[in-house]
């Protein structure tokens, strides 16, 4: 590209076709002052304060919209364009209310700041009277519009970088002002309260709720969210030792500076009432505060009496993919070296097992290898079981802005979902059918010679396996399973083959089944077919419930592989940490997550160790969860809450929550976050790097570590990818080191090619008995994520969605006579529970949707256990029911 050379305030400066003036101008490191301008959005040049002046012409122009032409000679500060943004700065305060000195703002008011720096006073034009109209009915943003300067950052943000096309100008002239459509308030449009237009909005026109208590901070602290798997950067407001506020961290974070409401406003749960500030120990049947030298005291002997008495594999630790990877790390070495079991799991074994057992079997790698930029750079995504809207939103928005700029989506989901709006084709299968689905669009790339060949046979194995296997599977075999017309299919099978570059996102909907493992394979087949395993820009992403689902592999809490992903049978693997640790390492792979509690009913599990987990709650089969914890000789509980396993505890722990602590999490595109202390721990809870450590010395095998650094090195030093992750936030390196998701190397597939896993499509959950007519599909909402622990603690999350629900569909409502609010009984073959009704039109006849995350109404009481034989994943996304109502004439 041919350079193009301006002078720029008296200085040869040269850039680019299409570069605006303003960006050279930053980029020569001249100012020029802006309102409303970003870098993230579109320029527009609505406030004109970047106006400059070309000497050849004599035009003022704006510069954040006048692209360099050869031979220019731009003036950035003559008097001339002084006087004009003094003018303009002047008639953007004669529309602005007379309220600076009370306005919540106060000092971060961009519009006060640039009349500071001009020296323009507030009165120089005849004012232009401005009523104050605050709307503040919802629970997180107030708005003022007679404080809006239209600079359209609000707008822009909500259709350009979150698509969700809320805001736009409404009216003409002197009324124009950016709201929603049809003007509406806030709570009654699609508005999703991710707070990205707070966070950009120069004045005090769209503020933070109760702010104006807050004031000005004095302390900011970058970390990440300890929500999803995203791991969006956030910055942590502190005031006297409290979090105030949560805002996106603005700047190159990858995840465009944006949050979801969780994100934003989910923070509250840290100084919740509720939250447990000491230990707590039973005696006499009651839970009594105690200090931490007794209650680890208590621990350690029964651990010790236990370990003695009936072998270390009586114990058993439950951890959590929301703790860091330095915990994660320390507890798995503490299973292996402290108690002696592989008996670790954790809350990864209910969603993410599946893409671990699928994604080693089909390319030697257990994770999906992709990111969310390149992502954005498909030109077909194919989102299948997944609602990333709600589950993972800042992948919702990639695929959004994807859209908008042309890439094509295929939706795979038996509900209308958000991002239906979004698709190029919706296949609305019957629930539970995707393999079915999956393999006829493997035959249909296959049949048509669309698959890519070179691909195939210098990388892949086992393809011809996988055309046998594809024989019976035609669309319109498919069809007559999946209910998905033919025709569809095929298109389908023909837009995702097709594509430069094609990418897959899924979710829980495929991999919470007993066939969650297959439904995986089935899309790495495709992927693979297609050559698009490892292409920039295509690729397979598995979304990631927890902060820190990823990392949590990556440290080893898993019963069959040491950190690393490293097999506990591996001879030579086992001897790495034996040396590093001075222990002898258990030989044999240790009980998954649900076979513990299947072992604890059994009596063979004596002890459990849960740390950040609510088996009660998040397992299905809540009876047999509750009976077998009941049966246990010892039950310790490390949390934030007196959770409902917690209050079965013989001792339960208090842990610092994600700001009150140091760390790091690994997000679902292998990048290593950090997370940084904020404010003192609440209380007298510890992080639980330390309570570990603690307890090791007190059963007498002490770690050598005295501080967090020292755990950071070790996993420098022991887990490849994670060296010198300390200094910087930085992208994963896979197990073998390659550095980015380019076209497939050698080395990383682990051995030097893919394999073709044909699978067969199962009934995956029991038939459908007599009298249960309908699907339940269970899942997570888009302001509570897990068991709802923390975010039905945020009180204003738990205003916007106070309560749980069962979404029944209009057909389905109008058949059975129901009205929004009306509570029914919905009883499967393994339970009841009860809940009010609201209708959806997102919903097809005969399925039924519940959000999990409500303990009050426990939705995995319906399910018995069963789980999936290669991944022990247990099966919860879907089960028959039958609704009964529960009228006053019962
Ligand atoms: Fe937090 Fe996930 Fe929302 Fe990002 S998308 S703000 S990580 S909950």
Redesign the pocket.
């Known amino acids: 590209m041919q350079p193009i050379t301006i002078t720029l305030d008296g200085r040869e400066v040269s850039g680019y076709a299409g570069m605006s003036i303003l960006d050279l101008a930053r980029e020569s490191g001249v100012h020029i002052t802006t309102l409303c301008h970003d870098e993230h959005l579109s320029p527009i040049g609505a406030c004109r304060l970047c106006i400059v002046e070309d000497e050849k012409t004599g035009a003022l122009m704006a510069s954040c919209v006048t692209p360099l032409a050869p031979g220019m000679i731009i003036k950035t500060s003559s008097p001339r364009v002084v006087a004009h943004r003094k003018t303009l700065v002047q008639l953007m305060l004669s529309s602005h209310p007379d309220s600076c000195p009370v306005c919540d703002k106060g000092n971060r008011c961009q519009l006060r700041q640039v009349a500071g720096e001009m020296g323009v006073s507030l009165t120089e034009f005849q004012r232009i009277p401005q009523s104050a109209a605050i709307q503040e009915v919802n629970p997180f943003i107030e708005r003022d519009l007679s404080k809006c300067i239209l600079c359209a950052k609000c707008i822009r943000a909500c259709q350009e970088l979150v698509v969700e096309g809320v805001l736009d100008y409404f009216q003409r002239g002197f009324k124009t002002k950016p709201t929603t459509v049809g003007n509406l308030p806030l709570e009654n449009s699609e508005c999703t309260f991710c707070g990205t237009c707070v966070a950009l909005c120069p004045t005090g026109a769209l503020m933070e709720k109760g702010w104006a208590n807050r004031r000005t901070t004095g302390n900011i602290v970058e970390t990440t969210?300890p929500?999803?798997g995203?791991?969006?950067s956030v910055n942590l407001h502190v005031k006297s030792d409290r979090l105030v506020q949560a805002t996106p961290r603005w700047g190159d974070t990858g995840?465009y500076s944006l949050?979801?409401v969780?994100?934003s406003y989910g923070y509250d749960f840290i100084h919740s009432p509720d939250r447990l500030t000491r230990p707590l120990v039973r005696m006499n049947g009651n839970m009594e505060e105690t200090s931490w030298d007794e209650a680890l005291k208590v621990v350690a002997a029964e651990f010790l009496r236990i370990k003695n008495e009936y072998g270390p594999d009586s114990i058993a630790i439950l951890g959590s993919a929301r703790c860091t990877n330095e915990e994660s790390y320390l507890l798995q070495r503490f299973a292996r070296c402290v108690i002696g079991t592989n008996n670790v799991d954790d809350g990864n074994r209910l969603y993410n097992a599946a893409t671990l057992a699928g994604l080693s079997v089909s390319l030697g790698f257990p994770l999906s290898s992709h990111f969310l930029d390149v992502l954005e750079k498909s030109d077909v995504i194919m989102v299948i079981g997944a609602d990333p809207t709600c589950s993972?939103?800042?992948v919702g928005y990639a695929i959004k802005r994807a859209v908008k700029k042309g890439s094509r989506l295929i939706l795979i989901d038996p509900r209308r979902t958000k991002l239906s709006l979004f698709a190029d084709l919706h296949l609305q299968l019957r629930p539970a059918t995707d393999i079915a689905l999956l393999n006829a669009l493997a035959k249909v790339i296959i049949q048509e010679n669309l698959l890519d060949k070179e691909f195939v046979s210098r990388r892949t194995d086992n393809f011809s396996s996988l055309t046998e296997a594809l024989e019976p599977y035609s669309p319109e075999y498919a069809e007559n399973i999946t209910k998905v017309p033919s025709e569809q299919i095929v298109a389908a099978a023909r837009l995702y083959a097709k594509a430069r570059q094609a990418s897959i996102v899924y979710g829980n909907g495929i991999t919470q089944y007993c066939t969650g493992t297959d439904s995986v394979k089935a899309l790495a087949n495709l992927s693979m077919l297609t050559g698009n395993t490892g292409r920039k820009g295509g690729g397979m992403i598995g979304l990631q419930k927890e902060c820190n689902s990823r990392g949590a592999v990556d440290m080893g809490m898993l019963p069959g592989f040491l950190p690393g992903f490293r097999n506990v049978t591996d001879i030579k693997a086992r001897g790495k940490f034996e040396a590093l640790w001075g222990a002898n390492l258990p030989t044999r792979p240790g009980l998954t997550a649900v076979e513990i509690i299947e072992q604890a009913k059994l009596g063979k599990i004596k002890c459990l160790y849960v740390v950040g987990e609510d088996p009660i709650v998040s397992f299905p089969g809540t009876r047999v969860v509750r009976d077998a914890l009941a049966t246990l000789q010892f039950l310790v509980v490390q949390d934030l809450f007196l959770t409902e396993t917690a209050k079965m505890a013989a001792v339960v722990l208090p842990v610092a929550s994600f700001a009150e602590k140091d760390g790091s999490y690994t997000n679902f595109e292998g990048k290593i976050n950090k997370i940084r202390q904020a404010i003192k721990p609440v209380g007298d809870s510890r992080p639980d790097w330390e309570i570990t450590c603690t307890l090791a010395d007190k059963m007498n095998t002490p770690f050598s570590y005295s501080r967090l650094d020292d755990i950071i090195g070790e996993i420098e030093e022991a887990i490849p990818g994670y060296e010198g992750y300390s200094d910087s936030t930085r992208r994963y390196q896979s197990y073998e080191g390659v550095t980015d998701a380019g076209r497939l190397q050698g080395v990383q597939l682990l051995r030097g090619f893919a394999c073709f896993s044909p699978v067969k499509y199962q009934v995956p959950f029991k038939v459908k008995p007599k009298g249960y007519p309908f699907i339940l599909l269970t899942g997570s909402s888009l302001p509570h994520t897990g068991t709802g622990t923390r975010s039905l603690r945020a009180p204003r999350l738990r205003k916007l969605s106070p309560s749980g629900f069962l979404q029944v569909g209009e057909a389905d409502a109008k058949k059975f006579a129901l009205q929004n609010g009306d509570k029914v009984k919905i009883i499967s073959r393994a339970g009841e529970i009860m809940a009010p009704v609201s209708i959806s039109n997102s919903l097809p006849k005969g399925i039924l949707f519940m959000p999990s995350t409500f303990p009050e109404i426990p939705v995995n009481t319906l399910f018995e256990i069963s789980l999936d034989p290669q991944s022990k994943t247990p099966a919860s996304k879907a089960c028959y029911v039958r609704i009964e109502r529960m009228d006053a004439h019962e």
């Open positions: 969210c929500y999803c995203c791991g969006c995840n949050l979801c969780r994100g993972a939103p800042s």
